[in-house]
Structure formats: C-alpha cells, structure tokens
C-alpha cells in the first residue's frame, strides 16, 4: 500500500474546547406525510450475496436522492420502474411525486437484479441504472423552473454485470460535452481463495459527444473493501477514495495496467535537517544552517499554529502547522557556531508532550533528555524485571473488553483517503485515517465535489475536497461538536448527514426514529452552569422524532429547512428549520 504523504488539516477556529453536551428539547418537529402509490422496492440480497461488503454496498443503500442543484427536491425508483421526483414549497400542501422517467426493461427476470441507482450528475443532466447491468444518460433539462418535462435518454448501453451509481459529473472541454461515470461492482474473485471469494470493483466511465454520446474510456479499479466515498474531480481530472483497504487500477480500456514493482525494504537513511527536544513547558529545536551564516539570511516566521524556517533565497527548511500552538511572544531563536540555528519555543498549553513537531514532516528527529529516558525506564522496568512474577497485577481488576464502548475501539484495518491522478492512475496524495472514523457524505456547493464528515476525538469534523489546491487537498469546513460520540452510542444507527449549510446534524435508526443534533443557538433566557459559576450564553439541542410507521426506513436526506425520510410506502417530510 502506498504511503501516507499527507495530514489532514484542522482549522481550530473552528472547534469548540468548551462545548459540554447537548440538551434535550421536547418541541415539536413537524412532520408531513405522503403516500405512494407504488410501493418502493427494496431488492433483497440473495444467499450468495452474504459477504459484509455486499451489505455495506447494497443492503445499506440510500434510496432516496437529493438534488443539490434544486432545493427541497428529492427523487426515488419504484417498483414500476418510475423515476420519482417530489419538490416541496409548501409544506402543509405537498402533492404527489411526479414521474419524470420510467424504465422499461424487466428488471425482475434478472437473477442478480440489484436496486436501481440514480446519480444528478448536473443541473441538466442524470445518470440513472436500472440494477441489470444498463446505463442510462438522461437529459433532464432545468429541473426547479416549475416545468413538468419528461426525461430524455441520449445514452443507453449494457455495460455487463449489475452495478449501482456511486458518483456522477458533467463537464466541457474543446466545446465537447463529457460526463464521467462511476460504477460499483461486488465480483467473484478466483484469485481470492482466503477470503470471501469476492472483490470489489469500481469502472470509472468517460462517455463523450463529438457525434453522439459513446463511451470513450473505460478504466477499472480493484480493491476488497467496498469504499467508504468515492467522487470524480469536477473535471474528471482525478477521482478520490476513502476505504477501509487499498484499491489500485488494473485496467484501461479492456487492457491490463502493469503493476509497479514492490519497493525494497531497505531505504537509504539520510541525515535529519533538524533535531529536537521538548519539556512539558517548551520545545528546543536545532536546524542545520550553511556555515557562515548571519542573522541577515535567517527566514524565521511564526504564529501560534504555524512555523517556517529558512535562509534568503532558498526553499524553507521548516515549513507546515505546529502540533500544537505556542507563543510567538514567547519564542526566541539565536545562532550558534555559526552553522546551526537554535529555536525555543514556548508552549501555550502547558504538560501534554508532543509527538510530532511539524504536522506530517518526518524530515526531523527527535532526542530524548536523559532525564525523560529515565523516567521511561523506570516505567518500563517491570517489563524485564527478574522477578518471576508473572502477574505483577493481579491485585488490579482485569481489563474487560466488553465494557468497552463502541467509540473507544479502533478500526481493525487502518483506513485511508487516497487522491488518484487520471493520466498517471497513481495515488498523488494518501491520508492515513487511522481512528478518524468515516461518518457520512454530504453535497454542500454541487459545483465542488461531495464533502466528508470523519470522527477526530470526540468531534464530527466536514471536510471539503479542493483537487485544484495540492498543498490543502481536504479543507476543513465545520464542525459538529460531540457527534463523533454520539453516533457510536447509536446501535441502530441506519443513515447519517447534515444540512448543506451546518445548521444541524441527524442520525436515523432503522425503523421509527431519528434523531437531530443543532448547532449552539443563543438562549432567550439567562442560564447558568452552577459547577463553573458562569452564564450560558449558547444551548446545543437535541430533537428525536419518531414515525407513524413499522416500515423499515430506506431513504434518508436533508435540506437546509427539512428532512427526508423514504419507507417502502411512505415519504415523511420533517420541517426542521424555517426560513
């Protein structure tokens, strides 16, 4: 697996230290229902579809779909086919989902039929499968100027095995008209004799107008872990992946990618360009400099969060976000035997100790005090004491790890976010995850790609992708304070994501009830936190809803105003915010 070469960046400003839970508020959500009058199928998985990653692909698929262009307008497949569309003005007066679209094949001949799978590509444009193995590029025109028109097809091919829409994109280059494709497969895998016996497959599909729509290249990526987010870089320049395991091109148009030679594990160690040492109260660092140097050609600049060191005219040696903030104010640097240039800086928060210097620089090395390598020997000692007690703590209860909760265990493979380049098919940027747990995918600005939200700590953190900006690929966008927590107290939990504009959060369970985490709002009255002897100025609340329903729960969406809930017979619109 390729290397982490990237940390994702956190944008402090936008985290709360002081944030302490959220309080449940009994007002009423209204909630609005709609009947349908076919009901929405859920395609069961057959017995040979038993593996973990055919659940996560197909058994948990959303059915319901948002379209970003259009506000408050949602759309669903039916059991007759029917492309479905519900746009909502009023709430106290909805109608009922208008057909756009019906697909005509019969679907339910085919044994390994799974549900069909729509993807809005642009503000004119949808890729639609019919869960057989066909796609379908649909012309929908201006779909939010009140027109009733009816979609028109200009591209349908079989493409093989049955597959689901993961993400869609429309762009234009030389005045040719392109749309990018992404496709999802779980396939029987011969080479795959320990595991399950299948792998996962992504066929990333370029089709192209210069006389008519045609497919102009097809590439496809394997991997055995059905991705967590997959998109296409707005001009299908790139595509990006968040998975559990790697995935890696292994063919372009019908022919095999060769596979780079596995890299020897002896590296050639070369020397650090800087050293450092810390205490619980500050930092020392060392930079090697060209002799002779004068303060003159010293480049040293520092905030609380950042640091970059150097000499006139040459790249920086040291360059990136601290660990943690210091205090410029506080923080000095001299030169000493005119090669090397010593920094102290101060930090801000005092005890924590450090494990990196520079967020993602391994350029560095750091030395441990005698006085630290002391104490960690005298921790360590028990471990090669030759007393022959083999339980040295057995008047300590046992550690139970049934006890512990689902938010204090760490993924069993480490996770990673993985930007891939069209021409070269190589990964150019990769995160390691590591515990950042994926939560949920979020269209905010259809112009951008789709946003992820991860879990850091206790945090929900959104993270919008910017292809075009190497040095800060993932931007961190907001916040929900304590969700990462929360969620993973929820067993049940189904569906997650948040409005467009951060407003609030939500998590839905598999039958009845969901649940919605707002953003801090001022109070109307005077509050006060007894334990800290201050006024409460701000209130995070928190909402459940729960449907007249005993159908299970198959779409789930939000706007910034409403919630979409879809069942097999019911569509509930929940008013969250008003205008």
Same mark, same amino acid.
């Given at each position: 697996m390729t290397a982490s070469n990237y940390s994702l960046k956190v944008n402090r400003d936008l985290l709360d230290p002081n944030f302490e839970s959220y309080r449940l508020s009994l007002d009423a959500i209204p909630t609005y229902n709609v009947e349908l009058d076919a009901a929405v199928e859920e395609v069961k998985l057959k017995d040979t579809q038993y593996t973990l990653e055919h659940m996560r692909a197909f058994g948990m698929y959303n059915y319901l779909h948002l379209d970003p262009w259009y506000e408050d307008s949602v759309y669903f497949v039916d059991c007759k086919g029917r492309v479905l569309n519900l746009t909502v003005t009023l709430d106290t007066a909805l109608g009922k989902p208008r057909e756009v679209y019906r697909i005509i094949a019969e679907s339910s001949q085919c044994e390994d039929r799974l549900c069909a799978s729509l993807s809005l590509t642009s503000a004119t444009w949808a890729a639609l499968s019919d869960g057989i193995g066909r796609?379908? *590029?649909?012309?929908?025109?201006? $779909? #939010?100027?009140?027109?009733?028109?009816?979609?028109?097809?200009?591209? &349908?091919?079989?493409?093989?095995?049955?597959?689901?829409?993961? /993400?869609?994109?429309? /762009? @234009?280059?030389? #005045? @040719? /008209? !392109?749309?990018?494709?992404?496709? *999802?497969r779980v396939q029987k895998d011969p080479l795959e004799t320990k595991g399950s016996g299948y792998s996962v497959s992504l066929e990333w599909i370029t089709v192209a107008n210069e006389k008519k729509y045609e497919v102009k290249k097809r590439r496809v990526l394997r991997g055995k872990s059905v991705p967590h987010y997959a998109a296409v870089e707005p001009k299908g320049k790139g595509l990006m992946l968040a998975s559990e395991k790697p995935f890696v091109f292994t063919h372009v148009d019908g022919r095999p990618v060769e596979q780079p030679e596995p890299e020897p594990m002896e590296v050639e160690k070369t020397d650090p360009i800087y050293f450092w040492q810390q205490t619980t109260e500050d930092i020392t660092l060392f930079v090697r400099m060209p002799e002779g140097i004068t303060k003159e050609e010293v480049q040293f600049r520092l905030t609380a969060d950042n640091a970059a060191i150097g000499v006139r005219g040459f790249p920086p040696l040291l360059e990136g976000q601290l660990f943690a903030s210091v205090d410029p104010e506080a923080s000095a640097w001299i030169i000493r035997n005119d090669k090397s240039l010593e920094v102290t800086l101060q930090k801000r928060s005092e005890g924590p100790m450090w494990p990196e210097l520079v967020m993602g620089d391994r350029r560095g090395e750091y030395v441990m005090s005698d006085e630290q390598a002391a104490l960690i020997h005298e921790r360590l000692t028990h471990l090669t004491s030759e007393d022959l007690n083999g339980n040295p703590d057995r008047d300590k209860p046992p550690c139970n790890s049934q006890e512990l909760e689902d938010c204090d265990r760490f993924p069993e493979d480490s996770s990673s976010l993985t930007h891939f380049d069209e021409q070269s098919l190589k990964p150019t940027q990769v995160v390691n995850l590591g515990s950042h747990q994926y939560l949920f995918t979020v269209d905010v600005d259809p112009s951008e790609m789709p946003c992820l939200c991860l879990r850091h700590d206790v945090d929900a953190l959104v993270w919008q992708p910017r292809p075009d900006q190497p040095g800060n690929m993932w931007e961190h966008v907001a916040t929900f304070n304590a969700l990462g927590y929360v969620q993973a107290s929820k067993r049940d939990k189904k569906f997650a994501?948040?409005?467009?504009?951060?407003?609030?959060?939500?998590?839905?369970?598999? *039958? $009845? +009830?969901?649940?919605?985490? $707002?953003?801090? &709002?001022?109070?109307?009255? @005077?509050?006060?936190? +007894?334990?800290?002897? $201050?006024?409460?100025?701000? @209130?995070?609340?928190?909402?459940?809803? !729960? *449907?007249?329903s005993d159908?299970?729960?198959?779409?789930?969406?939000?706007?910034?105003?409403?919630?979409?809930?879809?069942?097999s017979s019911n569509l509930f619109v929940l008013k969250v915010n008003n205008n």
């Open positions: 796609l379908y *590029l649909l012309r929908t025109g201006k $779909r #939010g100027d009140g027109s009733h028109m009816k979609w028109e097809p200009l591209f &349908s091919e079989d493409l093989g095995e049955p597959f689901t829409v993961l /993400h869609s994109v429309s /762009h @234009v280059q030389a #005045g @040719v /008209h !392109s749309m990018e494709v992404l496709l *999802l994501t948040c409005a467009p504009n951060f407003s609030y959060a939500s998590l839905c369970e598999c *039958l $009845r +009830r969901t649940f919605i985490y $707002r953003q801090p &709002s001022p109070v109307e009255t @005077v509050l006060f936190n +007894r334990k800290q002897g $201050r006024q409460v100025g701000q @209130v995070a609340k928190q909402q459940v809803a !729960s *449907l007249d159908k299970p729960i198959l779409g789930f969406r939000a706007t910034n105003e409403r919630l979409y809930i879809l069942t």
